[in-house]
């Protein structure tokens, strides 16, 4: 067991992962890895935003993390693993429903929910970052806290 636990083939884990990563990504992993290290005793999954799991790294509270990127100083080794799209909910009959793809123009002046500036700033800042890339202005009616 020394043996291996020196090789990195037996121990445990300690992983890092935001919200959306736990729906596909990391059941997925957890079955491959399973299959490919049996000997890893024990894995800790750890939800945590992905600033959050800078800060463990930092801490060495995790060993591995599943984030989205961001602009970051620190010494970090980082590998694209997998790609979200962007997607918009309608309420059912809302005209924009007969498209099968929305282009971003077409959500110009259009109501809708956004995500907090403060609680929600990763999404924020991402959604208003394509919004001002195609000169979209839409119309906030609520914020989700």
């Known amino acids: ?8 083939t037996t121990g445990r884990v300690r992983l890092g992962f935001t919200g959306a990563a736990g729906c596909q990504v990391i059941p997925e992993l957890l079955m491959a890895a ?7 005793i024990d894995v800790v999954l750890l939800e945590l935003v992905s600033v959050a799991q800078i800060e463990a790294f930092a801490a060495n509270a995790i060993d591995l993390g599943f984030m989205r990127p ?7 080794e980082f590998l ?19 498209f099968e793809k ?14 907090s500036p403060t609680h929600g700033k990763y999404f924020y800042e ?5 919004f001002a890339t195609a000169e979209v202005k839409p119309h906030f009616t609520q914020y989700i806290d």
Do not use: Y
């Open 1 to 8: 067991m020394v043996r291996r636990a020196s090789k990195g």
């Open 34 to 40: 399973k299959h490919a290290l049996p000997d890893i």
């Open 70 to 76: 961001l602009p970051w100083r620190q010494q970090l």
């Open 80 to 98: 694209l693993v997998d790609k979200e799209p962007m997607i918009v909910t309608l309420p059912a009959g809302h005209a924009l429903c007969r």
């Open 102 to 115: 929305i282009e971003l123009a077409q959500l110009n002046e259009q109501a809708f929910i956004m995500h």
């Open 126 to 130: 991402r959604i208003m970052g394509m």
